[in-house]
């Protein structure tokens, strides 16, 4: 009881002491948001800030796109190496064939695409027609067939697992190191992503970062190069120790 | 053009064409054997080792596919420089070049991931057999991996068959507007507005790649369905 009372009494002494010095370096604070404005004028003074625009409509695109593809992939993966799907042969090959399509022969389709069901030049519309990700069901494909032995599946099924509950309590605790992969690579390649986006926004308000930063071509390239390079960095640190724990780690021991 | 059989003759007949498919059979003869190589030593020398900076190595290996494309254009062209411009010769091996360092972090990082899944008793076994670190990489890890290495096989050739951002990338300082097929079917499409001659080019490209695609299926135990992994 004392050593409880004693720790919450410390707890607080410190947080009044991180309150106190947090005020009183209010003015350093000030200056070091001059020195950033100062720094990042270019961008933050382009256009009336429309940068600020181009990051939303980014965080938007990336973040419904990136959900999306990521729970579709690991499904689909999941799905194609596990259970008795009619025509999974076919669904592989054309998974394999879609990646090998040049995004030439597939921006124009897309596009008319979008543009019949009305969504041409909305940010909805590109989310849409960016939300598939083959590279990343093969890759889960290819992670399910090594992790989930049928042995496993066999176990589940013993006890009473249906498919969808195979894919609950089996599929989805065992890839953690799967999702990070996926989501990685897929945040780069809609982070990057720069064909569709250029096929389909056409008002620079509704325009996003990897289309916009041509703007500051001349002022700021390499400030914007390097905020644009920030995020893939920093989620690569973030995942690299689910990574590196193994694409494949068996669930069953011999 | 209006589509048709003669549209995929006429595209044929186009005199870019030709030198755009020979720069392509150029990478995949010097630069795709390249990165192959590059990707699994440097994930195999990674893994055989307990080496501190193994993140900061992969990080940097990483970075230049990091770089989005409209940056990159600006990058890359004050990396190569302006004045290759007249020396068509040399041009090629820049794109090679740019395409092998943005091209190889990634496929690192999922080798690298693939090699780490190993059973580590498995290599115990192999060390008790009398194994030296190479022979444990070549007798083991790359057989263990052979899906994931086929995967990439076929993803790195067909990446160079279909090339397009890397040329795109030297466009003005270089003169590379019409360097590859899909170049040129993006120049069909989208500055002729001959969208049939795009597609027409795209799709006599596609047909290696699913010849490519067909043999990797058929040759390997892609569409096996799961396994019991010590089997």
């Known amino acids: ?254 | 053009m209006d589509g048709g059989f003669e549209t995929f003759l006429l595209v044929l007949e186009d005199f870019r064409v030709g030198p755009a498919i020979f720069n392509v059979l150029f990478l995949l003869a010097v630069f795709v054997p390249l990165m192959i190589i590059t990707v699994l030593s440097v994930s195999l020398l990674l893994d055989s080792v307990h080496f501190k900076y193994d993140r900061a190595t992969r990080l940097v290996f990483l970075i230049p596919g990091l770089i989005p494309v409209a940056v990159a254009v600006l990058f890359w062209s004050s990396v190569v420089g302006y004045d290759v411009v007249w020396d068509k010769s040399n041009i090629r091996w820049m794109i090679g070049a740019i395409s092998f360092s943005t091209g190889i972090g990634s496929w690192i990082i999922i080798q690298h991931g693939s090699l780490r899944s190993i059973s580590q008793e498995v290599l115990e076994a192999g060390v008790v057999d009398g194994c030296n670190r190479f022979q444990l990489a070549w007798r083991l890890k790359l057989p263990m991996i052979s899906r994931y290495v086929a995967y990439m096989v076929i993803l790195l050739i067909v990446g160079a068959l279909q090339i397009f951002n890397e040329p795109n990338l030297l466009m003005y300082s270089n003169m590379t507007t019409d360097w590859s097929p899909s170049q040129i079917a993006f120049t069909y499409a989208f500055k002729n507005a001959d969208f049939a001659g795009g597609v027409a080019l795209s799709l006599i490209m596609l047909i290696p790649n699913v010849i490519l695609a067909l043999l990797f299926v058929l040759n390997s135990d892609f569409m096996k369905k799961s396994k019991n992994s010590w089997n």
């Open chain 1, 1 to 254: 009881m004392e050593l409880g009372s004693q720790r919450r009494n410390s707890r607080l002494i410190k947080v009044t002491l991180l309150i106190m010095t947090f005020w009183a370096s209010i003015p350093v604070f000030w200056i070091l948001r001059d020195v950033g404005r100062m720094i990042f004028a270019p961008i933050i003074y382009f256009d009336n800030g429309i940068f600020f625009t181009w990051l939303k409509n980014t965080s938007i695109f990336v973040g419904s796109a990136l959900s999306i593809s990521v729970i579709c992939c690991i499904t689909a993966g999941f799905v194609l190496a596990v259970l008795d799907v009619p025509f999974r042969r076919f669904l592989l090959f054309a998974t394999l064939v879609t990646m090998l399509i040049p995004i030439t022969a597939m921006a124009m389709p897309l596009y008319v695409m979008i543009d019949g069901i009305g969504l041409n030049d909305t940010l909805l519309g590109l989310i849409l027609a960016s939300s598939f990700f083959p590279f990343g069901a093969l890759l889960s494909y290819l992670y399910y067939t090594s992790v989930l032995p049928p042995d496993l599946v066999g176990m589940g099924r013993i006890d009473g697992l249906g498919d969808f509950g195979i894919y609950r309590y089996l599929g989805i605790p065992l890839s953690k190191s799967l999702i990070s992969v996926v989501t990685f690579f897929c945040f780069v390649s809609l982070w990057n992503s720069y064909h569709l986006p250029r096929i389909l926004l056409v008002e620079p308000s509704k325009s996003i970062m990897s289309i916009g930063i041509e703007a500051f071509y001349g002022q700021g390239t390499t400030l914007i190069a390097i905020i644009m390079v920030i995020p893939s960095v920093l989620l690569y640190l973030a995942s690299q120790k689910t990574i590196a724990r193994g694409i494949f780690s068996g669930a069953v021991k011999e």
